[in-house]
């Protein structure tokens, strides 16, 4: 059973940066996808990065791309997400989640996304 839990969530002003992280723990030696998702309450989940553990191939929404970087750490099983540039429209509930699939475009959407995290807080004020 795969475990995640982020941190590196806070508050920030626009333009600033932050970096999450998400621990993973209970591995068993597969490839997988791993993603990060953003909420805001009420709206819909979005889809905003994904990295295959197999290859470090990376895929980004257009709302996050050239600002957020998706990244891992094998050896400490940590998976990041550094985020420069922040507007107060990325303000949401950031989540990462992993599964053991090849990453696709419907990833983005949560499929095959089996394991998730608990969400940390953004949040960017100006």
């Known amino acids: 059973q795969v475990q995640l839990v982020e941190s590196g969530g806070g508050s920030v002003q626009a333009g600033g940066s932050l970096r999450l992280s998400c621990a993973a723990s209970?591995?068993?030696?597969?490839?997988?996808?791993m993603a990060w998702f953003r909420q805001v309450p009420g709206n819909e989940r979005e889809g905003i990065a994904t990295?295959?553990?197999?290859?470090?191939?990376?895929y980004y929404a257009d709302s996050v791309k050239g600002r957020f970087t998706i990244s891992q750490d094998n050896a400490k099983n940590t998976l990041y997400l550094e985020m420069n540039s922040l507007k107060p429209e990325d303000s949401a509930v950031y989540s990462c989640a992993a599964g053991g699939i090849r990453c696709t475009l419907a990833t983005m959407t949560g499929y095959g996304m089996d394991y998730w995290g608990g969400g940390t807080l953004v949040t960017i004020s100006g």
């Open positions: 209970g591995y068993t030696g597969r490839r997988y996808c």
């Open positions: 990295i295959y553990t197999g290859g470090g191939s990376t």
